[in-house]
């Protein structure tokens, strides 16, 4: 089965969005494979038109791409965690000048209390559960908006095997490839387990492999964070240094009372990003523990972004350790 290499993904994306597109992608491609062969093609799913596909792929590129719905699945625009609300500049309660460094080493030191999984094998594979919505729009068209659903996916521990992906709105479960090794940004668990343990060597290598030539340092750094906090499960050692390594990355911010997907409330390290949207990734306010991320547009765009409007949404459930792709825990 062919699948794009992650090099030719576009930088400074998020994790989610490019596993949903290349899931879109693969298939797409075993739809034609079997049309090549005579099979009859399916229905057409709403979500995304196969002929955007490829124009997702570019518009992702250009930093236009991914509107994914508020909560009740309208996409309407959200003020409570955006400028001209609770916004970017809004202070968390409990967190002085420097917020984000002690959100940060409150978050780190919660990590190295956590229990972590013992005697992980290299045929097994990390189940995560988690609950989004997706949409995607082109030039001259408006964005189709799914509700929110819950997905599962599996991952292999070591990397090499196929994992697994099923959402509530698609029909059956899908194959993923093995990830292609020697990427920064891929989140198998040995891979994460390779990261360095000592923080300052671990802030140098999200400096070093954040993607995006003409992306600022900061910004780069501050994704790949993002990507490997995400929908993965992080090492316990590796979990605490990626904590207090993203403690040093500039321009962070804290915003409280931000909702993930799930409609937990939680406290958010944000940051603005030069395409005009603010990542936002959130923790539990008691237990630190992250809880999902959003993304939310900071100024109007030209292709028809307004300020203020919730561009993404996503919450983890569950995270386990399995002995099959598709068992769950």
Known sequence: MSTLPEKDLPPGRHRLLKEHL?????????????????AKRPARRV???????????????????????????????????APGGTGARDKAAGYGPDEAAR?????????SKRDAPARVRDDQFVYIKSRLGYAAFAENTKPELERIHDREIWLSVDGTRKGLLTEENRKGRVKLDAPKPGYAS????????K???????LHKWLYDNGQGDKTPEDERAFTLFGDLVGESLVPKK??????????????????DGVKDAAGRTGVALVRENEDGYQEQLVFDP????????RVVAVRDTGDGLKKGQLLGTSAILDREIVDKAGRRP
């Open 22 to 38: 290349m899931t879109e992608f693969r298939q797409e491609t075993q739809t034609d494979a079997r049309e090549a062969r005579g």
């Open 47 to 81: 979500w995304l038109r196969p002929a955007l596909v490829a124009v997702a792929a570019a518009a992702v590129a250009a930093g236009v791409l991914v509107a994914l719905p508020s909560g009740d699945g309208t996409g309407a625009r959200d003020t409570a965690a």
């Open 103 to 111: 959100l940060l080493e409150d978050i780190a030191l919660a990590a």
């Open 186 to 193: 891929n989140t198998d668990y040995r891979s994460l387990q």
């Open 195 to 201: 990261l360095p343990t000592d923080p300052a060597t």
């Open 238 to 255: 590796q979990a605490v240094a990626l904590y207090r390594a993203a403690a040093r990355i500039k321009a962070v911010e804290v915003v």
């Open 286 to 293: 008691r237990t630190k523990e992250y809880l999902g991320e």
